[in-house]
């Protein structure tokens, strides 16, 4: 499985950004895509996820209201719609990916595969 990230940069607080997570190699169209984020000293913590199947999403509390999870136009594509952003979202965001016969990875935002990261940064 491969997972890649574009979109990322600089924008100033109250803009937009889109990411791209461009997937590749699941062996079946079952499986979901997540968007994590990372700052230094900090745990990587999820931000939301869609399951290709069915399109149904779910959101961490710091992404509602301002985030969007889609799947693209073009096939294997993830799109994260961030508006409204904020210094706070400063971070390398991942996608990651996993098939949902793993259902308590699933659940417990614990997915199998990675994309390389790439950085936003907000300033204020």
């Known amino acids: 499985v491969q997972l890649m990230e574009s979109g990322g940069g600089l924008v100033q607080a109250g803009g937009s950004l889109r990411l791209s997570c461009a997937v590749s190699?699941?062996?079946?169209?079952?499986?979901?895509i997540a968007w994590f984020r990372q700052t230094p000293g900090r745990k990587r913590e999820g931000v939301a996820s869609?399951?290709?199947?069915?399109?149904?999403?779910r959101y961490k509390q710091s992404a509602k209201g301002r985030f969007t999870i889609s799947r693209g136009n073009a096939k294997n594509v993830v799109h994260l719609q961030m508006n409204n952003l904020k210094p706070e979202d400063t971070a390398v965001y991942y996608c990651?990916?996993?098939?949902?016969?793993?259902?308590?990875?699933?659940?417990?935002?614990?997915?199998?595969?990675w994309g390389q990261g790439i950085q936003v940064t907000v300033s204020s």
């Open positions: 990651a990916g996993l098939l949902m016969t793993n259902g308590l990875g699933f659940s417990t935002w614990q997915f199998d595969y």
């Open positions: 190699g699941f062996i079946s169209d079952d499986y979901a």
């Open positions: 869609i399951v290709n199947s069915d399109g149904s999403t």
